[in-house]
Structures are given as C-alpha cells and as structure tokens.
C-alpha cells in the first residue's frame, strides 16, 4: 500500500498568488509583509522561511500542521479575496513557492518564499497610489502600510513605491494597480453600486444560460 503522494521535481520553482498587508519596521529600516489570516501575527521579509505558527518543533510545513506560507495557484482566486470589506486594502503579492511544498487543489503550503512582486491598490479616493503611508494599525516593531495617492497621504508616513521595495530589498518591484481594474474602491456611492451589482447580474444570466445548455446536453 502506498502511503505517501508521489514527490513533484518541478524544473522551475512553482509561481503562486496571495494577499498581505505591506509592512515598516518600526525604526524604519526593514519592510515586509504581514498576512491576513493565519500567521498574521508573524510578518516576513520579501526573501523568509515559514516557521510553525503554534510554536511547534518541526519544520513548516508539516503534514499535521497546517503552518508554512499559503498561496493559490491562480492570480484570481487571490484578487477574490481582496473583496472582502477588511482586506480591501492588502496588496496582491506574485510569489515564488521554494523549499519543501504540499500542493493542494487550489494552492501550496511551503517551506520557503521569495515575493517578486507586489501589486498595491488604488488610493481610497480611486485615484493609482502612488505612495505607502501609515495604515494606522500594526504588528508588535511593525506598523501597517496601505496606498494612497499624493492628494491623500496628508501627513502620514509616506514611503514612495520605489522606496518600500528599495528597502524591502531582494529585487522586489511595487506597481500601483490601475484604478478600475478587479475590485472597486473603497466609498463607492449608490449609483456605482447599482452599476456594479447590474453587471454582476447580467454575469449571473450568461452563468445560468450556459448552465442550462450544458444541463440540457447532458439530458440529451
Ligand atoms: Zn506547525
Ligand atoms: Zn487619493
């Protein structure tokens, strides 16, 4: 009987999708990332090794754990998690999967990680960010980053996008996404709502319509 899944010998390292929170270190001098589910607490360099969420003494990932870094395999399923009201202002994160991994259906836990790059959203007003200021939450030694554009950084910490990668270091790239591009802005006013949710259905009828043709095929 065969117990273990078969081991994967990719040539190239496997590409994966997720979404964090930018971060600066409290004395300004380092920048990372910190996560929005589990391991939230722990934020990483652009270049980091996963260690057990639990404290636990073996190496992350392990198979009855479910500590090590996330991703998913689609850039996509990641976007669709910064729909969600409390992550609307995480940064899409474009990552190489290194070291040990398990592959799962829609992504990998993981040993190792290198984030090549990181997509921040547009500015709360809609207009691209061009900036990182001061989230106004963080971590222990770490203070949360979120985009804006010049107009609306005020005076917060501001850190141009370049600047945030020149000290993450490790060769990472900062783009600003186009404004209008996946999910709205933040403070969307009723008419863009009604917009936005007429398009969803007309989506939804062409959905229906072409499940009801394959649900009629397969009677036939
Ligand atoms: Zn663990
Ligand atoms: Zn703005």
């Not at 979404?19 to 600066?24: E, R």
């Not at 990372?32 to 360099?45: E, K, N, Q």
């Not at 980091?48 to 190496?59: F, L």
């Not at 190792?112 to 106004?136: E, I, K, M, N, Y």
């Amino acid at each position: 009987m065969r117990l273990r899944l078969p081991e994967e010998r990719p040539k190239e390292p496997p590409t994966g999708y997720k979404i964090a929170h930018p971060v600066l270190s409290q004395d300004g001098t380092r920048a990372g990332f910190t996560g929005v589910s589990l391991g939230a607490a722990l934020p990483y360099a652009v270049l980091d090794e996963a260690h057990c969420v639990y404290g636990r003494r073996h190496e992350a990932p392990h198979r009855r754990c479910d500590c090590g870094f996330h991703c998913v395999h689609e850039r996509a399923a990641a976007e669709a998690f910064l729909c969600i009201a409390e992550h609307r202002r995480a940064a899409l994160l474009e990552v190489t999967v290194l070291g040990a991994y398990i592959r799962f259906e829609r992504g990998f836990r993981y040993a190792r990680q290198r984030v090549r790059t990181a997509t921040v959203r547009p500015c709360g007003c809609g207009a691209r960010a061009s900036l990182l200021v001061d989230a106004g939450w963080g971590r222990p030694g770490w203070q949360v980053l979120e985009s804006a554009c010049g107009g609306c950084a005020g005076r917060r910490t501001a850190l141009r996008l370049a600047e945030f990668a020149r000290i993450a270091g490790e060769g990472l790239t900062v783009l600003g996404a186009r404004p209008g591009s996946g999910v709205p802005p933040r403070g969307l006013g009723v008419p863009e709502l009604l917009a936005e949710a007429a398009l969803l259905q007309a989506r939804l009828d062409v959905f229906q319509g072409e499940l009801a043709r394959l649900a009629k095929g397969e009677r036939n």
